[in-house]
């Protein structure tokens, strides 16, 4: 779930890096229509719209799809009122819950279409994280798409900490020992946490699995794969956004020859795909798009650009944000 006043100080319509996300993440939806093709009749989309809904238009503008559920944890009547005004097409329905009570309700649709998921949290790692991306894999259908993106700064205090005591602060935010019993101090240092995080939210969904599978085992069992991890950085706060993909057990061929894989950013290990978006001006982007895609160093007409700038701009080139994106859901 979001802050209680989050919708009110994250513009999320004008971060750079989460544009060039969305854009990868649609691309990944795209990619899993080879598979099963992505329509109104076959899919929905469940996420957190915030009062700027960018996901949603952006989804329903390239998918079609019409059934769609915005999660919110604000119930306040000015609240309710403001989000309603703000959503960009009546076929979104607010859910105004905490993710986890949306989950386990009955509210929660039905396994007759295929879940396109993403549970945007702001807010850094906890517990119920874990539990509903759980649910999400019980609830899902195959070929379901499920992320969840959360802030992973633990704060001063954990920064400031001997390495034993990050790692009963970091137990506690996991609230499970079964997760974190063979999780060292060491495992903790420099982009270690990063790396626990993810293989933690793996051992959940294998949890989930296991009790989806527990009856008699065969060609129907449900499995889960990554096949997302990004990490990215629009402000001060450190972002994470890790995703997976549903499929019966026999289906496993198809999902190993999809062009997903493909992609350049497709990972199904526990070391992001860094997404940085160097901060450029529309001329030196113009020069950059004029040289790309086999650009060479020096960039001719603009030798000042340096090698940091181009490599970042050239990864991400294709999905870059512009400047009439901060309007798309007018």
């Known amino acids: ?33 080879e598979i ?77 279409k295929r879940n396109i998921i993403w549970l945007d949290y702001d807010g850094g790692f906890r517990s119920d994280m874990l539990q509903d991306v759980q649910i999400s894999v019980k609830k899902s259908s195959s070929f379901s798409l499920i992320f969840v993106s959360l802030n992973i700064d633990f704060g001063s205090k954990y920064k400031a900490a001997c390495p034993s005591d990050k790692l009963e602060i970091f137990n506690i935010r996991v609230g499970n020992d079964n997760y974190t019993k063979n999780v060292r101090p060491k495992d903790l240092a420099g982009d270690g946490l990063i790396r626990s995080i ?3 939210f793996n051992l959940a969904i294998e949890e989930a699995l296991l009790d989806i599978n527990s009856g008699e085992r065969g060609e129907n069992d449900l499995q889960c794969k990554q096949i997302a991890c990004f990490k990215y950085a629009d402000s001060q706060a450190p972002m994470l956004t890790i995703g ?21 950013y497709y990972n199904e290990t526990d070391s992001p795909y860094d997404i940085s978006v160097p901060p450029l001006t529309l001329k030196e982007v113009g020069v950059l798009n004029r040289n790309l895609p086999n650009i060479q160093l020096p960039v001719p007409g603009a030798e000042f650009l340096t090698k940091d700038e181009v490599t970042k701009y050239s990864k991400i080139y294709r999905y870059y944000p512009a400047l009439t994106e901060s309007n798309m859901v007018l």
């Open 36 to 112: 099963s093709p992505i329509t109104d009749s076959t899919s929905r989309y469940i996420g957190m719209g915030a009062k700027f809904f960018t996901d949603f238009s952006l989804i329903h503008r390239m998918f079609g799809l019409t059934e769609m559920y915005s999660i919110e944890k604000s119930s306040s009547e000015e609240d309710i009122k403001r989000f309603e005004f703000n959503k960009p097409y009546n076929c979104i329905t607010m859910i105004f819950q905490r993710t986890t009570d949306f989950l386990n309700s009955t509210k929660f649709p039905p396994k007759d």
């Open 1 to 33: 779930m979001r802050s209680d006043n989050s919708n009110m100080t994250i513009n999320y319509t004008v971060r750079p890096c989460k544009s060039v996300e969305r854009k990868m993440m649609c691309e990944m939806i795209s990619a899993i229509g």
């Open 198 to 200: 993810i293989k933690i």
């Open 244 to 264: 997976w993909i549903t499929y019966y057990k026999n289906e496993i061929d198809t999902v190993n020859n999809c062009k997903i894989k493909k992609l350049d």
